[in-house]
């Protein structure tokens, strides 16, 4: 079985300031990761994926993640904030056989932006 | 959202009534899923379907009913027996070629029980 765990259900962060949105999981298999973002009533859009390449992983829009088997973590950082990066962030551990059954979703991180 | 759409994206619906909401891909993607979600919860799978015509149910399948008679298109009915419908429904699709389950997903309908 697998499951994962964001560790904050709220960060808020002043604009300009680094972004840390953490997510632990545990998988018996090597996982697939992923973080998606959600702006309010929007679909999810993916950041980024690790897929047992690079442990470090860049995404769209400055975001980047590092896979640390060692840890069972995979958190989600960016260096400045925006104002825009306001949103929902899941983090999603996937079963590397497929089939619905092997995506797990977080429960999600509100990311507030402080002006 | 490119090439998922969801209709509609705002839904009202007395009690006891059935209600279906749509979903069309044009990225020939082979599986389709439906989601729920609500505050604070995440996401939970309601229904999955990986080839036409063939159909799983996921977590939370009771008071749902879907079809998939073409690939292109996986319609959610929530039916009178869902006894707290109001939520965000979300509709992803999956290439099926990929090991690594990138899931992608459309716009959504908010469903409200009135």
């Known amino acids: 079985a697998q499951s994962v765990t964001q560790l904050d259900s709220h960060v808020s962060v002043s604009e300009g300031t680094p972004v840390l949105l953490r997510c632990n999981y545990s998988s018996s298999y090597s996982p697939s990761l992923f973080w998606y973002v959600q702006h309010p009533n929007k679909g999810l859009q993916l950041l980024l994926k690790?897929?047992?390449?690079?442990?470090l992983v860049k995404g769209i829009n400055g975001f980047e993640a590092e896979f640390k088997k060692s840890e069972t973590s995979f958190h989600l950082t960016k260096p400045s904030a925006h104002m825009s990066d306001a949103a929902e962030y899941f983090c999603v551990v996937s079963d590397p056989g497929g089939g619905a059954d092997g995506l797990t979703f977080g429960k999600g991180t509100h990311l507030i932006i402080q002006p | 959202d490119g090439g998922i759409t969801q209709s509609p994206k705002y839904l009202f619906r007395k009690e006891g009534q059935n209600v279906t909401l749509s979903c069309e891909q044009n990225l020939n993607h082979d599986a389709m899923y439906w989601y729920r979600q609500d505050p604070g919860q995440g996401l939970r799978l309601i229904y999955y379907s990986q080839i036409v015509n063939d159909f799983q149910k996921g977590d939370i399948a009771e008071g749902y009913s879907v079809s998939r008679e073409k690939k292109e298109s996986f319609p959610l009915t929530v039916t009178s027996a869902q006894k707290n419908p109001t939520a965000f429904y979300l509709c992803?699709?999956?290439?099926?070629?990929?090991?690594?389950?990138?899931?992608?997903f459309g716009p959504g309908t908010r469903l409200t029980v009135l």
């Open positions: 690790y897929t047992s390449a690079a442990t």
């Open positions: 992803a699709t999956e290439p099926g070629t990929s090991s690594y389950n990138e899931q992608f």
